[in-house]
């Protein structure tokens, strides 16, 4: 045993020794079993492989150490030493690459081992380098054979001896029959060529034998009648004596390019003759092809502009717009634009420019050519005509004048002016005809309608008042002018207006009519006041007899009797005629505001049953006095008057219906009064008057209450009494002030609050203080003059009574005359102001041109208005009211006489 495992040991030893000695080799080499799997390698080999150690190789099969299917050339190897009598057999592997190194190409050759046990050895011989090279000179000689091919060469050699040797190609690209016979001497092959050509051919080769020449181009007339542009590079070799051996060469068809450079030079030529600017751009936005158009409009020479870039024809501020239409033309391929050029010379210059794109695939349409055709002109007419446009839009929208056109035909609208605003428009467009009518008044629909579908079936022109109801509820007038060219139902033509608005003119026209309308009515009420106050007068006169008569049979009878009863009874009758005769006077404005205090309530109690009567038969007057007495300083003619102006208004405002209307008299302090609504503020006052006219009419709008105060305004169709412009004067006058409330569908309140004074005196008559029982003194003349004789006659009974002689005269230029004869003899003179002829206030001053400081008193049915400058500033003129009493005359002539 001991021997064994010696024997066993040494034999371990000298396998570890063979095995080490093996591994150490320079040569790779791989020991394999009949299945593949490696038995031993050397260093070399696991150097080759990618390993770390030989050992790491040992029991490893071909398929882990060959990737890729490469074990598998390997293994075919083996099969086939098994089958056949070969004693190798080779194959071509790559090794895999490993931690950063690249995989090399391996020779493996493959012999069984000299043991004879069924072992392989296979050899790795490292051939990268050589394979690689091979590979690259395949592929050049693969690139070289395909640019031949591409390029559509063909190959010759002529040797000395006449023999040809060229490429399949050769002899078509020619246009040689197969069965042509060729020239075997060189310069023969002039022969074939363009009669054109062979000149300068035979020139070319003439260089060409003595030294290198350039390619040639010529053209080659084949056997089948064809002529070829043909482009030929040769090399010419010499033996070593100098003699010609062989010429080779290449040649190649270039009947192509030269058809093409004939094109380019014909569109060269055209591009050049062009009056569009032309130019070819790049990728990069340089410039490659101009023509002379541009250039010239660039004022540059065509090698400046050549190479430059866009950028330098461009302005700045275009360059966001010249960035958007590159977008675009890069999307569609195609675009229209215009452009800016700028310049040399810095001045622009506008092109419409089609421009496109262009590359060697669709893919790759990075190039582009423009053609800009020069609209300067047209768009400084443009220009022109644009700013004209403006200027016009502007004129029309200042003036408020608005107009459309419609073209029918292309469905296409334009608005100018203020059209929009015109027709209060959201967005601009034509209104047409069934959106106008929706937006008329409803009174006035039937009748646009009809004018309207009129209009629109006849090619006509019409003028049309249209009016429009707004956004706001209000109305606006508009006046169209149209035109209709073609019929509209057939949609075709051109339909065009003019609109303006005539809201204004109308309701000036409106405004004028009603003037008209309210001066016939002054007129008329002049008219009925001057005829009111010449009634007046005329009663004043009639009244002035009888009460004068009355008043002496007054005086000539007991009171106590029958007969003065019934004489004081006729005395009251022609008292309250005398009242109504002051009415009259003040109707026809022969009157001024006599200031005195009025006590209102009594006022009202002697009015109620004319206020009752103003009312008619369906409204019912509600009057409530709280206050009495309720005393105010001022005219009571003219309060009587505003009072029956309330009253009739409200009458009015109720209308045909049944309705209430309320007069309450009332006194309010100062601190109840509201001053929301009141018309102006009121004068300092302990205590107010309040009279309130309430009426449950339909109420009034606020625009009418803005203007209810307007002179000449009225709501009313037909003018009746004082306007209320004229009360508010009246109510200014006489310190007080207007509260207007009024609420829609319930009703209207006027309130006027009127100072109140505490204490009431009462007036002289007249203007006359009282003269009690004064007598003027007696024994003096007075002249009369009256125009009526049964005036004269009282006035002069009067005189007589107050003690004086009386000279009565019907006329002033009897009295004058009268005065003339006995100027010392007259005391004083009674004069009517009112006479045919001469007038008072002319025989007074015939009167005192005779006598200067004559004592006149006046005397008249009307005011003392017609006299007033004598009066006011005359100590020797008086003024006394007709009818008068006795008592009246004679304290008139009594404070006349004593200022004389």
């Not at 405004?511 to 009515?521: K, P, V």
């Amino acid at each position: 045993m001991a021997q064994l495992r010696a024997e066993l040991a040494r034999a371990q030893a000298e396998n570890q020794a063979w095995r080490s000695a093996h591994g150490a080799s320079l040569i790779a080499q791989i020991t394999l079993d009949s299945q593949g799997r490696i038995q031993v390698a050397t260093e070399r080999a696991a150097e080759l492989l990618r390993r770390d150690s030989a050992e790491s190789l040992s029991g490893k099969s071909l398929s882990e150490v060959f990737a890729d299917g490469q074990c598998a050339q390997i293994m075919e190897c083996m099969a086939q030493l098994d089958d056949s009598s070969l004693r190798e057999r080779r194959c071509m592997v790559r090794a895999p690459g490993r931690r950063g190194r690249p995989a090399v190409w391996l020779r493996a050759t493959l012999t069984r081992a000299a043991r004879g046990d069924g072992d392989f050895v296979l050899v790795l011989t490292d051939v990268t380098d050589i394979e690689l090279s091979r590979r690259e000179l395949a592929a050049d000689v693969d690139l070289f054979g395909a640019l031949l091919q591409v390029a559509g060469v063909e190959f010759f050699e002529w040797q000395r001896d006449g023999s040809l040797r060229s490429s399949p190609g050769f002899r078509s690209l020619l246009g040689l029959a197969s069965n042509a016979t060729l020239p075997e001497e060189l310069p023969n092959w002039v022969t074939r060529l363009h009669a054109d050509d062979r000149s300068r051919a035979r020139r070319h080769f003439a260089r060409a034998l003595t030294g290198p020449a350039d390619p040639i181009e010529f053209r080659v007339i084949g056997d089948d009648g064809r002529t070829r542009w043909v482009r030929v590079a040769a090399i010419v070799r010499r033996d070593e004596a100098g003699q010609l051996a062989s010429v080779s060469g290449v040649l190649r068809e270039v009947s192509a390019e030269h058809e093409f450079r004939s094109h380019l030079l014909r569109l060269q030529s055209l591009v050049d003759t062009a009056r569009a600017a032309i130019l070819m751009v790049d990728g990069q936005g340089r410039i490659a092809l101009a023509n002379q158009a541009f250039c010239a409009a660039a004022g540059l020479s065509l090698d400046s502009v050549l190479g430059s870039t866009m950028e330098q024809y461009c302005f700045p501020e275009d360059s966001e717009q010249r960035r958007e239409s590159v977008r675009s033309l890069l999307a569609t391929g195609a675009a229209s634009f215009a452009w800016r050029m700028r310049c040399h010379s810095g001045a622009e210059r506008w092109y419409q420019v089609d421009a496109s794109t262009f590359g060697e695939d669709d893919g790759d349409r990075s190039q582009f050519v423009f053609v800009g055709t020069d609209i300067e002109a047209a768009r400084r007419e443009r220009v022109t005509m644009i700013e004209r446009e403006r200027w016009l839009d502007r004129v029309l929208r200042d003036a408020g004048i608005g107009a459309f056109r419609l073209d029918r035909s292309r469905n296409e609208a334009e608005l100018v002016g203020a059209y929009t605003e015109l027709m209060e428009l959201r967005e601009p467009h034509v209104v047409m005809p069934d959106e106008l009518l929706a937006r008329v008044l409803k009174d006035h629909r039937n009748r646009v309608s009809g004018e309207l579908s009129r209009f629109l079936s006849s090619e006509a022109r019409t003028s049309l008042d249209l009016p429009l109801t707004l956004a706001d509820g209000r109305v606006r007038w508009l006046r169209a002018f149209l035109r209709n060219e073609g019929v509209y139902a057939q949609h075709k033509g051109v339909l065009s207006s003019v609109v303006f608005d005539i809201t204004e003119d109308r309701q000036r026209a409106e405004e004028s009519e009603e003037l008209q309308r309210q001066i016939y009515q002054a007129q008329k009420t002049e008219s009925l006041g001057v005829m009111a106050g010449g009634i007046a007068h005329d009663l004043n006169n009639m009244l002035m007899a009888a009460i004068g008569q009355l008043n002496m049979a007054v005086s000539t009878v007991s009171a106590d009797s029958m007969l003065g009863r019934h004489l004081s009874t006729v005395e009251s009758v022609l008292g309250r005629m005398e009242g109504l005769t002051e009415r009259m006077l003040a109707y026809a404005g022969k009157t001024v505001a006599q200031m005195h205090p009025v006590d209102v309530a009594q006022l009202l109690d002697s009015i109620e049953p004319l206020l009752r009567a103003s009312c008619g038969h369906h409204v019912r007057l509600r009057m409530v006095v709280n206050a009495r007495p309720a005393t105010v300083l001022g005219d009571g003619t003219q309060i009587e008057q505003v009072l029956l102006n309330f009253v009739q208004n409200a009458v009015d405002a109720i209308g045909e219906r049944n309705g209430q209307v309320q007069l309450r008299l009332s006194v309010v302090a100062e601190a109840e009064i509201q001053t929301t609504a009141m018309q102006w503020p009121l004068p300092l006052s302990e205590r107010y008057l309040e009279l309130l006219v309430r009426d449950d009419g339909p109420g009034i709008h606020e625009d009418v209450q803005r203007r209810l105060f307007e002179p000449f305004y009225t709501t009313k169709t037909t003018g009746r009494g004082l306007g209320l412009s004229v009360v508010q004067g009246i109510i200014k006058a006489h310190g007080g002030s207007i509260k207007i409330l009024s609420e829609i569908g319930i009703g209207t309140e006027f309130r006027v609050y009127l100072p109140l004074i505490e204490t009431a005196v009462e007036p002289p008559l007249l203007t006359l203080p009282d003269m009690g029982t004064q007598q003027p003194r007696t024994g003096g003349a007075v002249l009369a003059v009256d125009d009526d004789e049964d005036v004269l006659a009282i006035t002069t009974v009067m005189l007589e009574q107050c003690g004086l002689e009386v000279a009565a005269f019907l006329s002033g230029d009897e009295a004058i005359a009268e005065l003339a004869t006995r100027p010392d003899h007259y005391c004083s003179a009674v004069v009517d102001l009112t006479m045919p002829v001469k007038d008072g206030v002319e025989v007074a001053h015939a009167l005192r041109q005779l006598v200067p400081d004559l004592p006149i008193l006046f005397v008249s049915g009307y005011s003392k208005e017609q006299a007033a400058e004598l009066v006011s500033t005359d100590d020797h003129t008086q003024f006394l009211r007709k009818p008068f009493r006795i008592d009246r005359l004679s304290a008139a002539l009594a404070q006349l006489l004593r200022r004389s």
